[in-house]
């Protein structure tokens, strides 16, 4: 049972019974949201539209939400899950989980195992994120890194929540990009590149000039290079998609004809123009330029539209950099105009890396900045990970390398995993045996009642992020789960001699393990059973 779908749902009769009844008359029952009260005092959940229909009936707020609350008390099966519901200033509508639900909802935890969490919010429709997709021109910085774990637990949750999801990293494999690469090796006046690995391909391609081709072989090396960086991150792919086959396959023509044929280009200064203007864009975008080359957003619409036409997928999410904001609407509004709007595109800020507090500026593997192998030389993937996802992808993130590296409750990934560490101990001690997941509990401490209440929100935390791809709010609810677990494990004994309180409270820590097993493995990070 999903309880916020049930309280809409219950809202919802409540609102109508009040409309037949003649209380209210005047509106339209507004869209309804289960708000989450920032203190535990005030509830488990709370509904906030009293205060929306008070203003189009000109009542009371406080009265109104008195007459909501009345309704939905008397509904059937309400008070099996709520024990308490109030109505309080300044209009709101408090509902507190009943215990014996809670009861109820453990017994279920230990039945579903991992797939506790699973949601129908997806429906099985097909889903592509798109993530890190970073030239293969030189090793994979820290920055483009960030989209790694980002994209990768995005698409995890999304298939929590009952999508069918495919990961994919765009190989910008042609162009300018591999023609500047063969520069770079070649070290001539138009070398941009620089760094270790490009004085290592220099030794490679030495006896050679073919400067295109030279580029074309070193974009597959750093490739594969790139894919064990991505391992390393343990991050799989289910497509790496190249560039080089819709040019080779004539994709990128199709999509400028069609484009031209819907009458969203125009020929100026012999370049071809796409109307991006049309669709809020701040100018138009060049696709073809004047010496007939295809510009990189070309290429990006004829690969939106392979995810699209061929690949049907209904909805797709490019998770990019900061740096590429100006390019969103230029790419957004061109799938427009081919007629499809399943795209989403997510933006992360930047990230330093910090070591003894002041910034890492360089790396000797690139030369002008901080490569994710040197990172990974330095910390395991959990850590890189959890720290990586703890930031809204809206905010710069700052990578402190000596409290990643520190074994103490100040390091929040060491924090989660000693608690899952922890609980795995006690249960081996305890020999939990003969599950009984229909037994009553009968749990009474309140530090019993918090950590249900904690563990019972996992499905709330995976259906909120695969509607906002706020992200963060993964590490931040292990956190949360786990420092529950913490202060129940600190205040109520599990292995003490009463086999009621013994079974009941180590079935307890067996839901904590299942549910906290099912947040890490979302975020791509390891449960040890043993620290």
Same mark, same amino acid.
């Given at each position: ?8 749902? %219950? ?6 019974? !009040? ?13 309804? %949201? ?5 203190? +535990? ?19 009371? &707020? ?16 309400? /008070? ?16 507190? @989980? ?30 592509? +994120?798109?993530?890190?997709?970073a030239n293969p021109t030189g090793p994979l910085t820290v920055g483009n890194g960030r989209g790694g774990p980002f994209g990768d637990t995005l698409a #995890?949750? !999304? ?11 765009? +190989? ?6 591999? @023609? ?7 070290? =001539? ?12 391909l220099a030794k490679k391609f030495k006896d050679r000039n073919d400067i295109y081709t030279i580029g074309e072989e070193a974009s597959v090396s750093i ?7 991505? =391992? ?8 790496? *998609? ?10 990128? =023509?199709?999509?400028? =004809? ?29 696709? +073809? ?98 720290? *990586?996802?703890?930031? /809204?992808? #809206? ?16 390091? &929040? ?26 037994? &009553?509990?009968? *749990? /009474? ?40 677990? %913490?202060?129940?494990? #600190?205040?109520?004994?599990? !292995? ?36």
């Amino acid at each position: 049972m999903n309880i916020r779908n049930e309280l809409k749902n %219950h809202t919802r009769v409540a609102l109508e019974n !009040l409309q037949e009844k003649a209380v209210f008359s005047k509106f339209k029952i507004p869209e309804i %949201h289960i708000l989450k009260p920032k203190e +535990v005092s005030n509830g488990d959940y709370a509904l906030g539209i009293a205060m929306e229909i008070a203003k189009i009936e000109k009542e009371n &707020p406080i009265d109104v939400a008195q007459s909501i609350k009345e309704e939905i008390q008397v509904i059937k099966g309400v /008070s099996k899950i709520f024990s308490r519901i109030e109505a309080v200033n300044p209009g709101f509508i408090n509902f507190y @989980l009943n215990p014996e639900f809670l009861e109820k909802k453990i017994g279920n935890i230990l039945d579903e195992k991992e797939k506790f969490g699973n949601l129908f919010l997806g429906k099985n429709q097909k889903a592509q +994120v798109e993530f890190v997709s970073a030239n293969p021109t030189g090793p994979l910085t820290v920055g483009n890194g960030r989209g790694g774990p980002f994209g990768d637990t995005l698409a #995890n949750v !999304l298939i929590k929540a009952g999508y069918k999801v495919e990961k994919c990293y765009y +190989v910008n494999d042609y162009g300018k990009q591999i @023609l500047v690469l063969g520069h770079s090796i070649l070290k =001539d006046a138009d070398a941009k590149y620089t760094g270790e690995y490009i004085d290592e391909l220099a030794k490679k391609f030495k006896d050679r000039n073919d400067i295109y081709t030279i580029g074309e072989e070193a974009s597959v090396s750093i490739l594969n290079d790139i894919k064990k960086t991505t =391992d390393g991150l343990n991050i799989k792919y289910d497509e790496w *998609f190249s560039e080089k086959t819709l040019h080779k396959k004539g994709e990128v =023509d199709k999509v400028v =004809d069609i484009l031209t044929k819907k009458g969203y280009t125009y020929e100026k200064e012999g370049a071809i123009w796409f109307r991006s203007t049309d669709f809020g864009d701040e100018r138009d975008r060049v696709i +073809v330029k004047s010496d007939g080359t295809k510009t990189y957003l070309a290429g990006d619409l004829a690969y939106h539209l392979n995810k699209f036409e061929k690949k049907k997928f209904n909805k797709v999410i490019n998770v990019w950099g900061a740096d590429h904001y100006g390019d969103v609407k230029g790419l957004t509004g061109g799938v427009k105009a081919l007629g499809y709007e399943g795209l989403e595109i997510v933006l992360l800020q930047f990230v330093s890396v910090l070591r003894d507090g002041k910034p890492v500026k360089m790396s000797k593997r690139l030369g002008t900045a901080v490569a994710m192998d040197d990172l990974l030389d330095e910390l395991p993937s959990d850590v890189i990970r959890f720290f *990586f996802l703890q930031k /809204s992808a #809206n905010t710069h993130l700052n990578f402190d390398i000596e409290l990643a590296k520190e074994q103490s409750d100040k390091n &929040p990934i060491f924090y989660v995993q000693y608690a899952y560490a922890r609980i795995c101990s006690i249960l081996r001690n305890g020999e939990l045996k003969n599950i009984d997941k229909n037994a &009553p509990f009968n *749990f /009474s401490h309140d530090k019993e009642i918090a950590l249900m209440r904690q563990i019972v929100r996992f499905e709330d935390i995976i259906e909120d992020t695969a509607i906002d791809y706020q992200i963060h709010r993964i590490p931040q609810y292990s956190l949360e789960l786990s420092a529950a677990f %913490h202060q129940f494990y #600190n205040e109520c004994h599990c !292995l003490v001699e009463d086999e009621k309180i013994r079974k009941s409270r180590l079935q307890l820590l067996l839901a904590t393990k299942i549910t906290l097993k099912n947040t890490l493995d979302i975020m791509g990070i390891s449960a040890p059973e043993r620290m």
